[in-house]
C-alpha cells in the first residue's frame, strides 16, 4: 500500500493510507460520523476524535468492538495500532468480546458499595445466573461491574445501554430490567 507519513502531536508519525485506502476502511456513513468528529479538532490532532469514533464503530458492531475495527480505526486517524487498543480496553464502556442486547453496568466504587451496589450484583448473578462480564444465554443481557459512574451522591448507580440510574434497589433494578426488550 502506498502510505503517507501522517504525524501525531507526541512527535510520533505512523504511515497513512491514501484517500482511496481510506474510504475502504468504513462505510460511508461511518466515515461521516467519524469525520463530523474530526473535524472539530485540527487536523493534525485527528486521533482527538478516538473516543467518539470507537462510540461509532461499537454502536455499529451490535455493542462491541472486533480487533480489525481497531486496526482499521488506527490507520483511519494516523495513530498507532496500539494507541487505540489503550483506550478501547482501558474505558469499561467499550467492549472487546461479543455482548448482550442489553448491557448492565452496575458501579463498584466505594460509595456505591456502601451504598448497596455489592446486594444488586449478587442479585443479578441469583436471578439470572451469570456474574459479572458474563452474558445470560439468551444473549439478551450482559453484566458488567465499573468503575465510577459518577453519581457518588445518589448511589448505587446502574447504567443501562446509555442511561444512568441512580438510588437503584434490587426491586428498582429488576423493574428496569423487566421493561427491557
Known amino acids: 500500500m502506498g502510505f503517507r507519513t501522517a504525524p501525531m502531536s507526541q512527535g510520533l508519525?505512523?504511515?497513512?493510507?491514501?484517500?482511496?485506502?481510506?474510504?475502504?476502511?468504513?462505510?460511508?456513513?461511518?466515515?461521516?460520523?467519524?469525520?463530523?468528529?474530526c473535524a472539530k479538532y485540527p487536523a493534525e490532532w485527528r486521533q482527538s476524535a478516538t473516543i467518539p469514533a470507537l462510540h461509532?464503530?461499537?454502536d455499529a458492531n451490535g455493542g462491541?468492538?472486533?480487533?480489525?475495527?481497531?486496526?482499521?480505526?488506527?490507520?483511519y486517524l494516523g495513530m498507532p495500532p496500539i494507541a487505540v487498543y489503550e483506550v478501547a480496553s482501558f474505558y469499561s464502556m467499550f467492549d472487546l468480546a461479543p455482548v448482550g442486547?442489553?448491557?448492565v453496568c452496575v458501579c463498584n466504587?466505594?460509595?456505591?458499595?456502601?451504598?448497596?451496589?455489592?446486594?444488586l450484583?449478587?442479585?443479578?448473578?441469583?436471578?439470572?445466573?451469570?456474574?459479572?462480564?458474563?452474558?445470560?444465554p439468551d444473549g439478551k443481557f450482559t453484566f458488567k461491574e465499573v468503575e465510577c459512574l459518577?453519581?457518588?451522591?445518589?448511589a448505587p448507580a446502574v447504567l443501562?445501554?446509555?442511561?444512568?440510574?441512580?438510588?437503584?434497589?434490587?426491586?428498582a433494578l429488576d423493574k428496569l430490567i423487566d421493561g427491557l426488550e
Open 13 to 37: 508519525s505512523v504511515a497513512a493510507p491514501t484517500a482511496v485506502e481510506r474510504d475502504a476502511l468504513f462505510t460511508p456513513e461511518i466515515r461521516a460520523q467519524i469525520d463530523a468528529w
Open 56 to 58: 461509532i464503530l461499537q
Open 64 to 75: 462491541w468492538l472486533a480487533q480489525q475495527q481497531l486496526d482499521d480505526l488506527a490507520l
Open 101 to 103: 442486547r442489553h448491557k
Open 109 to 119: 466504587s466505594v460509595s456505591c458499595l456502601l451504598g448497596g451496589s455489592e446486594g
Open 121 to 136: 450484583i449478587h442479585h443479578l448473578e441469583h436471578k439470572y445466573g451469570v456474574g459479572p462480564g458474563e452474558t445470560t
Open 150 to 154: 459518577g453519581a457518588c451522591k445518589d
Open 160 to 171: 443501562i445501554g446509555r442511561t444512568y440510574h441512580e438510588k437503584v434497589s434490587p426491586e
